[in-house]
């Protein structure tokens, strides 16, 4: 190895006080991962002794630290001057000639091996970057499709400048690092041409609860700075690390974003070297990866993963002249691998509700409110002030001075991978991004709550909502003699909840999934070709991606169950086909051209009636069609199935019948049905019905109201409802003992044991088989059941 310049794939990770942790990285994967198959290109890279060569040839060294000796970077003025102050000296400054040949030699033999139209990229790599403990991302600058040497000098030059970079400086002194302990290598890498292709970043886990049995994918058309820097809103994907490579569907979910840019080559009489140009509508309605792309690439993270032996944070560009895949850049991942395994579980919860006045995709499970205050350019950043929130178009790392002075981050453009999300997840700010408008929905003084504590999606709010903050202890939690399972609704929150101590999911729902990311009634979608113009064209535009619209409904389908039982792979994972209410599905839309008008739907079209009916037995077909899949070609037979609404024994017999002739066997593959208890008819007859499903699921919210012959939804009478009601305990009792007199298993799903800790109790003393609760009373009503024991 030269002094001052290196070739990448001369040096490795113990290199990274030479060439800095990114060109250490790079070289290191080059070294001992391409012959594991994952494609990295090469180039050479400058040495810290040049950067240090260069500040000592020019007497830099002690004018910068007399500069920032006597900054204030809490001071957003004396910041930005002293920042441009140090970086104009250092461009105004001339290579030592014994680097500057060095440097024109290494070029030389690669644009000669590579060939004269071979474009590269500039890289700043930092001796103290891509650690473990700091991700230093975006705080340098990288310059794309630089070819010749005078440019690759100029740039050379900008990449050592970039160390002063503001954000840089102000990131330093946040993390605790000393200025002049930090030195600076330019890396010289082949351009791979994804201005023709698509790029993105991936991270082998999820992003905002940890979870290590995914890699989270981001992925636009164009060059990867679109994504890295959050100016464009990405298409995101989950694959499941387990059966990635069993032959099992291992795409987990997809989520289309609107890439409505893309970052290409500028023409070549143009002073610039990239430009920004718009992605054709047909293009932003189209996935940027295929699947064989998306699963190629988690296979490349899951390689990198182990040979680092810790979750990465990682580049990869996909060449739109060879399609191959490349990976460009990998570092630690800095914050969920670094979470204190304390045993303790840090929640956030909203204690009232308000208006949504904007939503986009959340960053954190935090809340933060504030006066917002709606910033249209970075030179407004001293506007900010302690506690307010910041609303803006978009942010890069040039704004992380001031982002740990926000309360909350609310941009219009960028993604879960983009630099700023991943400095806003390292500062412990909640932020929502991709909102779209959130500029034009808010105005400064507003005030308002962002929620980033409701799953993938974050919520604004009007007003200054109350939350409550818990951290709670999971440690040593009693043998309490019945299993504790959660109800899960909402797949977004599922790898989150997983980290709560369980027995597995005892009630998701699937209406959750389909008012959530579906939205649009079934019928509708089997009879697309029949609907209005109009109708066409909304579902067109909801259903971007996908081969059909039905092929979108039975694909989110499986995608939420998908994910809830990729979440509690080692429990089971109890499944509730639909359940909506005339008046329910009537909301989706183009429900209303399909629902009768009920004068008492709780009681009407529903459950197993509206399964097996005329009307409804298409729609409950797809419904089979994705839990089929889930389990058949995704390999998830923790997945059960369970019928709500069971009036009659001839509807246990025709469900279960429909359910054969779906390809959902009761006993085949280990497929237990469960049938939710929720009716007296249930309990009367338990045992008849025990004979048609595995088990009954008690739903104390239907029971109560069925038993007292209270409406649940009317306030002139709640106070009567109460699931500890004597005649209601006596119909759970019928319903419990009839399943252990049968050998079945018996659980309750139902809102009572959440609410009521002292009902959870009573259910305890009839051994029933588990208790499923809602997330956040898991551990409270775990420890007092403890307690009675």
Not at 48 to 69: G, H, M, Q, T, V
Not at 253 to 278: P, R, T
Not at 775 to 785: A, C, E, G, S, Y
Request: aromatic residues 8%.
């Amino acid at each position: 190895m030269g002094d001052f310049v290196v070739w990448l794939n001369d040096v490795g990770m113990n290199d990274v006080d030479t060439v800095g942790g990114k060109n250490a990285s790079l070289g290191e994967m080059i070294g001992a991962l391409s012959k594991k198959g994952v494609n990295v290109p090469g180039g050479f890279a400058t040495t810290a002794l040049a950067f240090n060569k260069f500040l000592d040839y020019n007497n830099l060294k002690s004018e910068i630290n007399s500069i920032l000796s006597a900054l204030d970077t809490e001071n957003i003025n004396q910041l930005t001057e002293a920042g441009s102050n140090i970086r104009n000296l250092v461009l105004g400054s001339e290579f030592p000639v014994d680097l500057l040949s060095e440097i024109k030699k290494y070029y030389a033999q690669l644009e000669s091996k590579l060939g004269h139209n071979t474009t590269f990229a500039v890289r700043s790599s930092a001796t103290a970057e891509d650690l473990p403990e700091a991700s230093f991302a975006g705080q340098q600058e990288t310059y794309l499709n630089v070819s010749g040497i005078d440019n690759i000098l100029e740039s050379i030059k900008m990449v050592f400048a970039s160390l002063y970079n503001d954000r840089a400086i102000s990131y330093r002194v946040h993390q605790g690092f000393e200025h002049e302990m930090v030195s600076l290598s330019a890396g010289v890498q082949q351009m791979i041409r994804s201005d023709i292709g698509s790029s993105g970043v991936m991270f082998t886990l999820d992003t905002e609860s940890g979870f290590r049995d995914v890699v989270f994918i981001t992925s636009a058309y164009g060059l990867g700075e679109t994504v890295v820097q959050g100016s464009v809103n990405p298409d995101e994907f989950y694959v499941y690390k387990p059966t990635l490579d069993s032959g099992k569907e291992s795409i987990l979910s997809k989520n289309l974003g609107s890439k409505e840019i893309k970052m290409i080559y500028a023409k070549k009489n143009s002073n610039d070297k990239v430009a920004i140009e718009s992605v054709p509508i047909e293009l932003q309605q189209t996935f940027s990866l295929d699947d064989v792309q998306v699963k190629t690439l988690a296979s490349y993270a899951i390689v990198i993963e182990n040979h680092y032996g810790r979750p990465m944070d990682i580049e990869w560009a996909l060449d739109g002249t060879d399609d191959n895949l490349y990976i460009v850049q990998a570092r630690p991942e800095t914050v969920k691998s670094r979470e204190s395994s304390s045993n303790k579980i840090d929640s956030y919860r909203l204690t009232e509700n308000g208006n949504v006045v904007v939503e986009g995709r959340s960053i954190g499970n935090r809340i933060g409110s504030g006066p917002a205050k709606v910033i249209s350019d970075i030179s407004q950043m001293n506007q900010i002030n302690q506690g307010d929130v910041l609303v803006t178009d978009m942010t890069d790392p040039d704004w992380e001075p001031v982002m740990k002075r926000a309360s909350a981050i609310i941009t219009n453009r960028g993604g879960r991978t983009c630099h700023a999300a991943i400095i806003a997840r390292e500062l412990g700010v909640p932020a929502i991004v991709g909102t779209i408008n959130a500029t034009k929905l808010l105005s400064s003084g507003d005030l308002v709550t962002a929620s980033c504590s409701e799953g993938d999606t974050g919520y604004v709010y009007e007003g200054l909502l109350s939350y409550e903050q818990d951290s709670v202890s999971v440690e040593n939690l009693p043998d309490i003699g019945t299993k504790i399972m959660m109800n899960v609704g909402n797949p977004g929150r599922a790898f989150d909840f997983a980290n709560i101590p369980n027995s597995g999911v005892g009630l998701a729902r699937l209406e959750f999934i389909i008012n959530t990311t579906i939205g649009i009634h079934p019928k509708a979608l089997l009879e697309f070709d029949d609907l209005p113009v109009d109708l066409q064209s909304e579902i067109r535009i909801r259903s971007a991606g996908y081969e059909s619209a039905v092929d979108f409904y039975v694909s989110k389908l499986t995608e939420g169950i998908a994910t809830i039982a990729a979440s509690f792979a080692h429990s089971p994972v109890i499944i509730r086909m639909s359940d909506f209410k005339s008046n329910e599905y009537a909301n989706l839309f183009a429900g209303d051209r399909y629902e009768p008008n009920e004068e008492n739907p709780m009681i009407g079209f529903r459950g197993a009636a509206r399964y097996i009916s005329t009307e409804f037995r298409e729609c409950f077909k797809l419904e089979c069609r994705a839990i089929k899949r889930a389990r058949n070609e995704m390999g998830f037979t923790n997945v059960e199935v369970m019928i709500p609404f069971v009036r009659t024994l001839e509807e246990a017999s025709k469900v279960i019948e429909l359910l054969k002739e779906n390809g959902l066997e009761r006993g085949v593959d280990g497929l237990r049905v469960i049938m939710m208890c929720e009716l007296p008819s249930n309990a009367v007859l338990a045992e008849e019905f025990l004979e048609y499903f595995d088990g009954f699921s008690i739903g104390s919210n239907d029971m109560t109201q069925l038993t007292l012959g209270i409406d649940r939804d009317s306030g002139l009478v709640a106070e009567g409802f109460d699931e500890r009601n004597p005649a209601v305990k006596k119909i759970l009792e019928m319903a419990i003992n009839a399943c252990h007199r049968k050998n079945k298993y018996v659980g309750i799903c139902g809102q009572g044991p959440s609410d009521y800790p002292d009902l959870a109790e009573w259910l305890l003393s009839k051994n029933i088989s588990s208790i499923s609760l809602n997330p956040d009373t898991v551990i409270q009503t775990w420890t007092k059941l403890g307690r009675l024991k």
